[in-house]
Nanobody
Framework: QVQLVESGGGLVQAGGSLRLSCAAS????????MAWFRQAPGKEREIVAA????????YYPDSVKGRFTISRDNAKNMVYLQMMNLKPEDTAVYYC?????????????????WGQGTQVTVSS
């Protein structure tokens, strides 16, 4: 099992940057595919970045491609989401998620482990 704790959310003006962090417990962190999701009020939870434990590149949807970067530090059991050029439509609760599959699941219900979420608010 793995436990996830996010941090780094806050209020930022449009065009600004934030870095979210996710601390993971567990000795096999390096064998988890890690993802960031977000959920805005009244909307479904959507994936914004993911990186497999198996290797290969990261995944980003078009809505954040070029602005968001996911990275992981297996030695520290950490995963990060660097967000740049933030827009008001990026406002949401951001969640860290983990799954044992080598491929990257796109749907939230495929992930076994979740953090509690951290609020990101982008003002215009």
């Amino acid at each position: 099992q793995v436990q996830l704790v996010e941090s780094g959310g806050g209020l930022v003006q449009a065009g600004g940057s934030l870095r979210l962090s996710c601390a993971a417990s567990g000795r096999t962190f390096s064998r988890y595919t890690m993802a960031w999701f977000r959920q805005a009020p009244g909307k479904e939870r959507e994936i914004v970045a993911a990186v497999s434990w198996f290797g290969g590149g990261a995944y980003y949807p078009d809505s954040v491609k070029g602005r968001f970067t996911i990275s992981r530090d297996n030695a520290k059991n950490m995963v990060y989401l660097q967000m740049m050029n933030l827009k008001p439509e990026d406002t949401a609760v951001y969640y860290c998620a983990a799954d044992t599959r080598a491929s990257i699941p796109m749907k939230a219900d495929a992930y076994d482990y979740w953090g509690q979420g951290t609020q990101v608010t982008v003002s215009s």
